[in-house]
Structures are given as C-alpha cells and as structure tokens.
C-alpha cells in the first residue's frame, strides 16, 4: 500500500464548481488538472497560453509538484505542457496554470472541466555542491548528450 501525503488545496471562488484534482486509477501516479476557463479557449498551432486550474496548494517541504502533459492530448492532437514537467515549489502559493503549447497541425479548443495536464507529488533532495579538484571515472566518462546512443 502507497503512503497517502495530505496536501492543503485551496480551490478560487471561480473554480468552486470543478472537482478537486484526482486520481484517474488505483496506479495512477499522477492527477487529472482541469481546466478553469470561464470560456472557450482556442489554441492555434504553435501558440502557447496559460490555462488557469483555479487551485492554490501548499507542497509540503521536500516535496515538489509536477504538471506534466497527458499523453492523450499528446499523441491525438499534439498538446504539450510548454515547461513540462513544470515544477511546484514548497514555498510556492500563487495559482496553478499550466502552460499549454499546441504541436499539432489543428487548432485546439479547450473547454471548462477539460482535463488539460496532470500532477505527480514527488520527493526531492536538496543538494549541497563540494568542491573537487577531480571527479571519480565512470564507463561514460565525459562522453556527451546522445552517446550513449
């Protein structure tokens, strides 16, 4: 059994009506974000706009959230989160937006309620640099992006 992580959410007066973030299957790592449009949005090819959730969250410390995008709207109509993952911070409480890119060849509408993206909680670490002189070898050594095919 998964651990459950209670995180605070605030949902906007203008989003009252649209359901929390949730979990689409039992294995579902992450949460369906919905759109909280007032109206319809038309996305052309190749352009990007934030779409509001109508939620504010406080991610617990050593925690982030992330907004991915659906691999649905991906592979039928080409949608994209524009920063994905876009990163929650602990310290962050403003709105949630996502920031929607179409790909595709069409251009999208976008619609209240729609399910636009979603939302993993995950562990982070944080990190402290230590300077070196030098760094261990490894099989990869300094070979660079793409090398190992």
Known sequence: ???????????????????????????SAGMDLLAAVAEQIVLKPGEF?????GIRIAVPDGYE???RPRSGLAFKYG??????????DS?????????????????FEIRRGDRIAQMVIARHERAEWVLADSLDESQRGSGGFGSTG
Do not use: C, S, W
């Not at 949608?79 to 929650?88: A, D, E, K, R």
């Not at 310290?91 to 251009?107: C, K, Q, S, T």
């Open 49 to 53: 706009k934030l779409i509001p959730t």
């Open 91 to 107: 310290d962050y409480r403003g709105p949630v937006g996502v920031i929607l890119f179409n790909f595709g060849p069409e251009p």
């Open 79 to 88: 949608i994209g989160v524009m920063n994905g993952p876009g990163t929650i």
């Open 1 to 27: 059994m998964i651990a459950t992580l209670k995180i605070a959410i605030v949902v906007e007066a203008d989003a009252r009506d649209l359901p929390l973030p949730v979990y689409q299957t039992p294995g």
């Open 65 to 67: 959230a992330q907004v």
